[in-house]
T-cell receptor, first 113, second 112 residues
Framework: KQEVTQIPAALSVPEGENLVLNCSFTDSAIYNLQWFRQDPGKGLTSLLLIQSSQREQTSGRLNASLDKSSGRSTLYIAASQPGDSATYLCAVAAQGGSEKLVFGKGTKLTVNP | DAGITQSPRHKVTETGTPVTLRCHQTENHRYMYWYRQDPGHGLRLIHYSYGVKDTDKGEVSDGYSVSRSKTEDFLLTLESATSSQTSVYFC???????????FGPGTRLTVT
């Protein structure tokens, strides 16, 4: 059974800092990996989708990498801003069940002005 | 934003009553999903649909049923609500090319 872990559960950084959020998964036979952002009381917003054949994806100040063999993904946020404060979730879709996602419990990020 | 709406957005109901939550999409995507989100458990899949009248169970399907009679609508029914079903329920959709999932705003359900 696929398990997804995100460490740390919470992270607090000063504004302007570059930071890395971590995601690990137990079964490397994945179809894709997706990073989401969730603001308090809101739904999830898709940030980046990495297909299993890709190593990384970039969108603005965000860069997500994928290393299937080690079962790891990282989300890099450059020059963090207070508006980046949110919970970040990663989720993986398994090969053969690619329509279903297994989620980590998230990292709650606080960026202090 | 993906065209997904959920109704109602908030509901308080009593134990033993039936409850139906609605998810509506305007994207004509094939896949639709229902998740629940609880502190300490994260997001868990309840049921999903891969087409009209085609549904399957997820990780936590006991006590829930679903129906999809039209591409745009996916209904989640709690036949007899229990306090353990107090949660925030999210609907999601995805196309069948990328499988990238897009989420609705959620429904907060309280069972007293």
């Amino acid at each position: 059974k696929q398990e997804v872990t995100q460490i740390p559960a919470a992270l607090s950084v000063p504004e302007g800092e570059n930071l890395v959020l971590n995601c690990s998964f137990t079964d490397s036979a994945i179809y894709n990996l997706q990073w989401f952002r969730q603001d308090p009381g809101k739904g999830l917003t898709s940030l980046l989708l990495i297909q299993s054949s890709q190593r990384e994806q970039t969108s603005g100040r965000l860069n997500a990498s994928l290393d299937k063999s080690s079962g790891r993904s990282t989300l890099y946020i450059a020059a963090s801003q207070p508006g980046d404060s949110a919970t970040y979730l990663c989720a993986v879709a398994a090969q053969g069940g690619s329509e279903k996602l297994v989620f980590g419990k998230g990292t709650k990020l606080t960026v202090n002005p | 934003d993906a065209g997904i709406t959920q109704s109602p957005r908030h509901k308080v109901t009593e134990t033993g009553t039936p409850v139906t939550l609605r998810c509506h999409q305007t994207e004509n995507h094939r896949y639709m999903y229902w998740y629940r989100q609880d502190p300490g458990h994260g997001l868990r899949l309840i049921h999903y649909s891969y087409g009209v009248k085609d549904t399957d169970k997820g990780e936590v399907s006991d006590g829930y049923s679903v129906s999809r009679s039209k591409t745009e609508d996916f209904l989640l029914t709690l036949e007899s609500a229990t306090s353990s079903q107090t949660s925030v329920y999210f609907c999601a959709i995805s196309p069948d090319d990328s499988y990238e999932q897009y989420f609705g705003p959620g429904t907060r359900l309280t069972v007293t």
